[in-house]
């Protein structure tokens, strides 16, 4: 038994599964396109073969393992990624958004997503792979980024402003030069207002024109006002050379600033209406000549120095040498003739006479040009220096003068120096005699202390002496007579002091260097230093009584001033005789001095100065704070003086 049953409806449901799952199949691998089926927690289900082709993944490593879309998305893209995922539960669908995925050599690719919830839990997401249109944004980018700096950066001024009026971009340039930023020029209005004042409407309608297509370009000059007040005159060039991405037309600027050529234009002509003031005031004539034809052309300047009518006139070379002086017209046609031969620059001073019988002198200037080509030419310039040469005769007269009354001052004056150098002679004579004098009364006076004075304290001493044998005095008497006798040898001790410093006997019987001895060890057992003197010794021989005493009396005086002023540990006196001189060095180390802000130093100084110069002898002192003093003495010996 057979039994049939008709399944012709189950094979048509058979084949019309299978061929839903092809078109599905062709829907799913659709070239360039990724499609995913995801479960709503994220892990990937199933994704077709164009997504592991644009992921760099063969099938059976990809669905070796479980994965997430997190495992592809970069950690920037995370966030917004979530916030999709949130969108699509609540609604059922998400996207499109754009991000890029992670390849499986670590590089990223851009996809645009977009997704929707299938209903049965699970989601399916289609990827696009959309790398050159990022690669060509990237690259317009770059592009508007170049085209930007270009305008930003370029060297002159350059504005790229919108049709409706909305000033897109300015240079730095255009800023520096007006002092204007984008902010405050947001648009061409604000320009026009700002920079042009009443010339804003010439501008607007220019660029009317150029927006409208009735002018391919705009090539004008005008004057504009800058931020800070100032005037700048700019040279401006523009057209408009498309439209962009917005559908809005653009122009593109670019000025020229002239301010500089318009101020040296200016300034030009200033200079030219100068110096034709200047021609007048300078009496000052200018002169072409054609050295071919012999032709000169006079300006009017010139023509009234000659005593002419004032104008402009051409006439032959010949015509302007009969003004000339004739003692001076041999001389200017030599030098003319030398300076269009030779080609030299020509300077030549003359004399001209006036019709009225009146002479000028000029001083002729010009250079020559082209002559060695053939037909050349000069150009000079003849100067009134009358004046001056006036002033050259009498300034030679006036030296002339002056040379005589130099020779007759001169010998005045050599007479008057003859007579003030006999005087100061006598004066020095004078000066020597005086300090001989007062030496023979100092010897004088010390004699009388010492004899006078010195017996009459003896007397008293031996009268001292015998009440003191005696021994009878009451107690109280006693006392004051051990304080009157000390009295006494303390007044005997200074009239012994001064005796010998009004003059020193070892001086006059021993000589110099003995006394100096002398004189340095008492100065320091008086004064508590430690000094040292150092000299020939007695076998040198005695030397003249005024070189002695005016070196004994520097010495003394040096030695003054170190107590008074040195503070000084350690001096030293040396005296030398080298070389037919006789040389005395004193050194302290003490506090020394400005040779130039001590006064009352340099009166001392000054006294020892004279002493040593009266006798034929210099004198160097050296010192500075801190360092010390030295005083050096030298006097020559004559032989006269050297005499024993």
């Given at each position: 038994m057979v039994t049939f049953v008709d399944i012709s409806a189950r094979k048509q449901a058979e084949e019309a599964?299978?061929?839903?799952?092809?078109?599905?199949?062709?829907?799913?691998?659709?070239?360039?396109?990724?499609?995913?089926?995801?479960?709503?927690?994220?892990?990937?289900?199933?994704?077709?073969?164009?997504?592991?082709?644009i992921l760099g993944y063969g099938r059976p490593e990809f669905e070796s393992k479980a994965r997430t879309w997190r495992d592809f998305t970069p950690p920037e893209y995370v966030v917004a990624s979530e916030r999709i995922m949130q969108e699509l539960n609540a609604t059922g669908r998400g996207g499109p958004y754009e991000k890029e995925y992670y390849r499986k050599n670590g590089s990223r690719v851009w996809l645009m997503f977009v997704a929707a919830d299938l209903g049965d839990g699970t989601i399916v997401e289609y990827a696009i792979d959309i790398s050159d249109r990022k690669q060509a944004e990237l690259a317009l980018r770059a592009s508007e980024e170049q085209f930007r700096r270009a305008i930003q950066d370029a060297p002159n001024p350059v504005i790229m402003q919108a049709e409706d009026g909305q000033v897109l971009q300015i240079s730095h340039t255009w800023t520096e030069l007006t002092g204007y930023t984008l902010a405050d020029v947001p648009t061409a209005e604000a320009w026009l207002t700002q920079a042009y004042g009443a010339g804003a409407d010439a501008v607007r309608a220019h660029m009317h024109e150029l927006f409208a297509?009735?002018?391919?370009?705009?090539?004008?000059?005008?004057?504009?006002?800058t931020r800070q007040g100032g005037v700048r005159h700019w040279s401006f060039s523009a057209s408009a050379p498309g439209t962009m991405v917005d559908?809005?037309?653009?122009?593109?600027?670019?000025?020229?600033?002239?301010?500089?050529?318009?101020?040296?234009?200016?300034?030009?002509?200033?200079?030219?209406?100068?110096?034709?003031?200047?021609?007048?005031?300078?009496?000052?004539?200018?002169?072409?000549?054609?050295?071919?034809?012999?032709?000169?052309?006079?300006?009017?300047?010139?023509?009234?120095?000659?005593?002419?009518?004032?104008?402009?006139?051409?006439?032959?070379?010949?015509?302007?040498?009969?003004?000339?002086?004739?003692?001076?017209?041999?001389?200017?046609?030599?030098?003319?003739?030398?300076?269009?031969?030779?080609?030299?620059?020509?300077?030549?001073?003359?004399?001209?006479?006036?019709?009225?019988?009146?002479?000028?002198?000029?001083?002729?200037?010009?250079?020559?040009?082209?002559?060695?080509?053939?037909?050349?030419?000069?150009?000079?310039?003849?100067?009134?220096?009358?004046?001056?040469?006036?002033?050259?005769?009498?300034?030679?007269?006036?030296?002339?003068?002056?040379?005589?009354?130099?020779?007759?001052?001169?010998a005045d004056l050599e007479r008057a120096m003859d007579a003030l150098e006999a005087e100061m002679g006598q004066r020095r004579v004078l000066v020597q005699r005086l300090g001989t004098a007062q030496e023979e009364e100092r010897r004088r006076l010390s004699r009388d202390l010492h004899d006078t004075a010195g017996q009459l304290l003896a007397g008293l001493s031996l009268a001292f002496k015998a009440i003191e044998t005696d021994g009878k005095l009451p107690p109280p008497t006693a006392s004051r007579f051990i304080e009157a006798q000390k009295i006494m040898n303390d007044l005997g001790k200074e009239l012994h002091s001064l005796s010998v410093r009004l003059r020193p006997t070892s001086l006059d019987d021993m000589g110099l260097e003995p006394a100096l001895g002398q004189l340095v060890s008492d100065w320091a057992a008086q004064n508590g230093v430690q000094a040292d003197f150092h000299g020939p010794g007695s076998t040198s021989g005695r030397l003249p009584a005024e070189i002695e005493t005016a070196v004994y009396r520097v010495v003394q005086e040096a030695l003054t001033n170190i107590t008074k002023h040195a503070e000084a540990s350690i001096v030293s006196v040396v005296a030398t005789r080298?070389?037919?001189?006789?040389?005395?060095?004193?050194?302290?180390?003490?506090?020394?001095?400005?040779?130039?802000?001590?006064?009352?130093?340099?009166l001392g100084m000054l006294g020892m100065r004279e002493r040593v110069e009266q006798i034929g002898g210099k004198i160097e002192i050296e010192s500075s704070p801190g360092s010390g003093t030295t005083v050096a003495v030298q006097i020559p010996l004559t032989p006269a003086r050297s005499a024993s």
């Open positions: 599964v299978r061929a839903s799952e092809q078109r599905l199949l062709r829907m799913v691998n659709v070239p360039r396109v990724g499609v995913m089926t995801l479960s709503h927690p994220g892990s990937l289900l199933h994704v077709n073969d164009a997504l592991l082709e297509g009735t002018r391919k370009t705009l090539d004008v000059q005008f004057a504009i006002r559908g809005r037309r653009f122009m593109v600027g670019m000025a020229v600033d002239v301010t500089d050529r318009q101020q040296a234009e200016e300034a030009l002509l200033k200079s030219e209406q100068r110096f034709r003031l200047s021609l007048a005031a300078a009496r000052m004539g200018i002169w072409t000549l054609d050295v071919a034809t012999g032709i000169q052309m006079r300006d009017d300047n010139l023509n009234a120095m000659l005593g002419l009518e004032a104008r402009d006139t051409t006439q032959p070379f010949d015509e302007f040498l009969t003004h000339i002086h004739p003692d001076d017209r041999a001389a200017v046609r030599a030098a003319f003739a030398v300076s269009t031969q030779e080609g030299q620059p020509l300077r030549v001073e003359f004399r001209v006479v006036r019709p009225d019988g009146s002479i000028l002198w000029l001083r002729d200037q010009g250079d020559v040009f082209g002559v060695g080509g053939g037909a050349g030419h000069m150009a000079g310039a003849c100067v009134d220096v009358t004046e001056r040469k006036q002033m050259e005769d009498e300034l030679r007269e006036a030296r002339n003068s002056l040379e005589v009354r130099v020779v007759e001052r001169t080298p070389d037919g001189q006789v040389s005395v060095v004193i050194e302290d180390d003490g506090i020394g001095f400005d040779l130039s802000s001590a006064p009352k130093i340099r």
